[in-house]
């Protein structure tokens, strides 16, 4: 619900989030490809592209999300989300097990 005193600032709260997030992503990215090249794992190249495509999509929906004229549930959004924070997790699990 947004404040009476201050409207919109839930809108603008909700954009700053899925920002952050994609920022998340872009940093994960840069770490993946900072790995690869210091271990010389060109497969890792691909999994950043990913991940880039995340932040680039996360990116997207925050400034749609934050152009729209209220806040809406945004579930799917969010499972999405978090599936692909998941599989980072994973990815991420992966890489530092096999390369130990």
């Known amino acids: 619900m947004p404040s009476p005193e201050r409207p919109g600032l839930a ?5 700053l989030a899925w920002e952050r997030s994609a920022f998340g ?9 900072t790995v690869a090249a210091h271990r010389e794992a060109p ?3 691909v999994l950043s592209a990913m ?7 996360v990116g997207r929906h925050g400034r749609r999300a934050y152009a729209a ?3 809406h549930a945004q579930t ?5 989300l978090a599936i692909a924070t998941a ?9 530092v097990l096999v390369h130990v």
């Open 11 to 15: 809108r603008e709260r909700t954009g």
């Open 25 to 33: 992503f872009v940093a994960l990215a840069t770490v993946v490809l």
């Open 43 to 45: 497969g890792l190249l």
């Open 51 to 57: 991940l880039v495509a995340v932040a680039v999509a």
């Open 69 to 71: 004229a209220e806040v």
């Open 76 to 80: 799917r959004a969010l499972a999405l």
């Open 87 to 95: 599989l980072a997790a994973l990815a991420a699990a992966i890489v």
